[in-house]
């Protein structure tokens, strides 16, 4: 079994920054990948941006130059580095660990998320 932890969120004013944490742990005979998904309440979760084995990453399309993702792959533990925060960033923030866990060889774990609430 894989566990997901993220960890970081908060209230934070707007134009400011926060650092989400995402640390995976268990059998994982791989990292796939990792992605960073956001869900506003009633809305369906949505990907904020992805890297890959390779450490390509995949930004959404409003995020980038704001959003950085980076690794730690010796910890298993990848951030989220949010800077210029805007209100509409409001949201409960998951981590998503795309991992070969010893069973199937790309299998997504889900932590509990974290809140992020940018407001002045």
């Known amino acids: 079994q894989v566990h997901v932890v993220e960890s970081g969120g908060g209230l934070v004013q707007p134009g400011g920054s926060l650092i989400l944490s995402c640390e995976a742990s268990?059998?994982?005979?791989?990292?796939?990948?990792v992605a960073w998904y956001r869900q506003v309440h009633g809305m369906r979760r949505a990907v904020v941006l992805r890297i890959v084995s390779s450490g390509q990453t995949f930004y959404e399309d409003s995020m980038e130059g704001r959003f950085t993702i980076s690794r730690d792959c010796a910890e298993n533990k990848t951030f989220l580095q949010m800077n210029s925060l805007e209100p509409e960033d409001t949201a409960v923030y998951y981590c998503?660990?795309?991992?070969?866990?010893?069973?199937?060889?790309?299998?997504?774990?889900w932590g509990q998320g974290t809140r992020v609430t940018v407001s002045s």
């Open positions: 998503g660990a795309e991992v070969d866990d010893g069973v199937r060889c790309w299998e997504i774990f």
């Open positions: 268990g059998t994982i005979v791989r990292s796939n990948a």
